[in-house]
């Protein structure tokens, strides 16, 4: 059997660490979100592509998604995150998802573009401030690799012990 899923719906399935109730207090609206990321969009250079399709595969499994941002000058890839208030009131548990979401992306772009490392960031809007926070580190290719190789690999044995009561 394949699968096909969407590197947000990976990563929420394989990071489940505590409570991951993904809305902050107090919530933003979806207008909010979108609004917060087109002005992080549009502070970056003219060569930033915001959007950028990516997708890949795993045996039995098809995984695809839209990363946030991605310049390719600095080779840097963006998980953009809105939110409103103190940066420290968003939990652990979300930060490691955020941090899950981007490094899933990463594989994919490095395997797209044949790239061999790669910097990652996770950038925090405060949609009242408008200040950005952002979170950056290095990765190699393989080092990408094996954590999409880890998630997937969860996401599959999870999703193999969900079908088996409907094969019984």
Request: glycine share 8%; with cysteine.
């Amino acid at each position: 059997m394949s699968y096909r899923v969407a590197v947000r719906a990976l990563c929420e399935f394989t990071a489940k660490e505590g409570d991951l109730d993904l809305r902050f207090t107090p919530s933003l609206t979806a207008q909010e979100g979108m609004a917060g990321h087109q002005t992080v969009v549009d502070r970056r250079g003219d060569g930033y592509i915001a959007e950028l399709p990516l997708s890949g595969s795993y045996p039995g499994l098809l995984v695809g998604g839209r990363a946030d941002g991605y310049d390719p000058q600095e080779r840097r890839l963006e998980e953009i995150k809105t939110h409103r208030g103190d940066i420290s009131r968003i939990p652990a548990n979300h930060r490691l998802l955020h941090w899950a979401q981007v490094k899933v992306y990463g594989w994919l772009l490095c395997q797209q573009l044949e790239l061999e490392e790669l910097e990652l960031a996770v950038v925090y809007f405060d949609v009242m401030s408008h200040a950005e926070h952002a979170f950056s580190d290095h990765f190699t290719a393989a080092e990408l690799e094996d954590f999409f190789n880890q998630q997937c690999q969860l996401f599959l044995s999870g999703a193999e012990q969900e079908e088996a009561p409907h094969q019984a």
